[in-house]
């Protein structure tokens, strides 16, 4: 048999061989070590003895150690090279960003929240941040700076959500909570409460500006969604409920209007989601999105820069950009996601995460859709691959992670300062927008660890 061990590391080994017998008294296994090697007390006496003692527990502990941390390195590795194989030149130097995910560590870790983060919302033009909380407040910060800005007190219960939004030029923060109100703030004047929407019968869990709204009531509506399993739509220039939508048979979690303003994309405890045409007298579903078998939680309408990948994963050509609610995505309490047509048939099942999918948001580039769980990760789907997960951020939080919002995209053009864009969800373009509107590779997290995240090319 040939040797792997030169005869100077045998001799080595065979020493504390014979240290390590000898010191767990095993001195008969050790005296014949010692004869049938020829190492008598002349050549290994007790005080050489004595220096090889410990030496093979050492030698074999660091071994054991030094496995785990190549196995450790091996997955880090894998994992590494799997983000560089989805990825393309461009998106490896982080320039491009319709190809930009999410890489921890996040460039801010925003603390000050008493108790469990459950909202966030980008102002559409300044570098503000809402967050909602468990503990009663808002509180804004500038996401750029990593900085608390304010707090807002109000609300006499935990805030649920939080949007920004309203008419053109005079951009508003909403605020819903468990103490069954919407509460109105103005950000240009100090963030004071400048109206209250009394009305649903229990907590509100979702607000949203309706964007790019028509004739006299443009930018100036609002939709909600509540635990008395309605969604209502809202003027904030009279505080006034002018439409009810009932159809959902339970808790109504959540709320997504598309970018147009016509439809509303709402989630429930009742196990499906619908899609409502809010422009008729008396909004019905369009579409009722079933095969979730738990609670959704969250939902986000496509932009139209992911029709391509959609459509290609639904095996039918096309649509046209104009058509504002092709596809769209919710998450469950089932751990999963569904992406689905207008029609409300399932496109595809997203499975990985394992625990309630608390929040998913398309990337406004149109190949990722990205989401967030009790797992504590955010995963990124790429459409372009069949919705295969090309990414994890295994420490995106060390909680349950309750809410994920895409920065607004961009315009350049002076005269969309203080737009509506803010009402949008995902962050997706406006229909009036410019092509050249510029995508912002900014992501806001927030968690039950009590912290607000930013994750920031």
Same mark, same amino acid.
């Given at each position: ?9 045998? %001799? ?10 000898? =010191? ?24 050489? =003895? ?38 393309? /030149? ?19 870790? !925003?603390?000050?929240?008493?108790? /469990? ?36 007190? *109000? ?60 004739? %006299?009531?443009?930018?100036?509506? !609002? ?84 029709? /391509? ?21 919710? *998450? ?83 005269? =969309?300062?203080?737009?509506? *864009?803010? *009402? ?6 406006? /229909? ?26």
């Amino acid at each position: 048999m040939a040797h792997l061990l030169t005869p100077r590391q045998a %001799e080595e080994l065979h020493r504390a061989l014979i240290a390590y017998l000898s =010191a767990n008294n095993l001195t008969a296994t050790a005296t014949a070590l010692r004869q049938e090697l020829n190492l008598g007390e002349d050549v290994f006496d007790a005080a050489t =003895a004595k220096k090889y003692e410990g030496l093979l527990e050492r030698k074999w502990t660091s071994v054991v150690r030094l496995q785990k941390k190549i196995m450790d390195l091996e997955a880090r590795n894998t994992t590494l090279q799997s983000e560089l194989d989805n990825a393309t /030149p461009t998106s490896r130097q982080n320039k491009d960003p319709v190809n930009w995910l999410p890489k921890s560590p996040a460039r801010h870790t !925003l603390q000050s929240h008493r108790k /469990p983060v459950t909202c966030v919302a980008f102002h559409p033009v300044f570098s503000s941040l809402a967050s909602g909380s468990d503990d009663q407040t808002i509180k804004i910060w500038d996401w750029e700076l990593g900085e608390l800005e304010r707090t807002i007190k *109000g609300h006499t219960k935990a805030v649920l959500d939080v949007d920004y939004g309203g008419p053109k030029g005079n951009t508003l923060l909403a605020s819903c909570s468990s103490d069954l109100t919407i509460k109105l703030w103005d950000p240009s004047d100090d963030y004071k409460n400048i109206r209250t929407l009394p009305g649903h019968d229990h907590s509100v869990s979702a607000v949203r500006f309706i964007p790019s709204g028509v004739g %006299e009531s443009a930018g100036n509506l !609002l939709v909600s969604a509540s635990r008395d399993k309605t969604l209502r739509i809202w003027d904030v220039s009279t505080g006034f409920c002018v439409k009810t939508l009932r159809g959902h048979a339970e808790w109504v979690r959540d709320v997504c209007p598309s970018i147009d303003g016509r439809f509303v994309l709402s989630t429930s405890d009742d196990y499906t989601s619908r899609l409502w045409d809010i422009t008729v007298a008396n909004p019905e579903p369009k579409a009722t999105f079933i095969g979730h078998e738990h609670v959704v939680l969250c939902c986000a309408i496509a932009p139209a820069a992911a029709y /391509p990948h959609l459509a290609a994963m639904a095996g039918v050509k096309k649509p046209p950009a104009t058509s504002t609610v092709e596809f769209m995505a919710t *998450g469950s309490r089932d751990k999963t996601i569904r992406l689905w047509d207008a029609r409300g048939t399932c496109i595809k099942v997203l499975v990985g995460h394992d625990n309630w999918v608390r929040g998913v948001v398309f990337h406004p580039g149109g190949k990722y859709l990205l989401s967030v769980a009790d797992d504590y990760t955010l995963r990124c789907w790429d459409l372009a691959q069949e919705g295969r997960c090309v990414k994890t951020v295994s420490d995106a939080h060390s909680h349950f992670v309750q809410c994920i919002r895409w920065a607004p995209s961009v315009v350049k053009d002076p005269a =969309a300062n203080g737009a509506d *864009g803010g *009402g949008d969800a995902n962050g997706t373009l406006k /229909p009036s927008a410019p092509p050249e509107a510029q995508i912002r590779c900014v992501i806001a997290t927030g968690s039950v660890d009590l912290n607000v995240r930013i994750f920031a090319n």
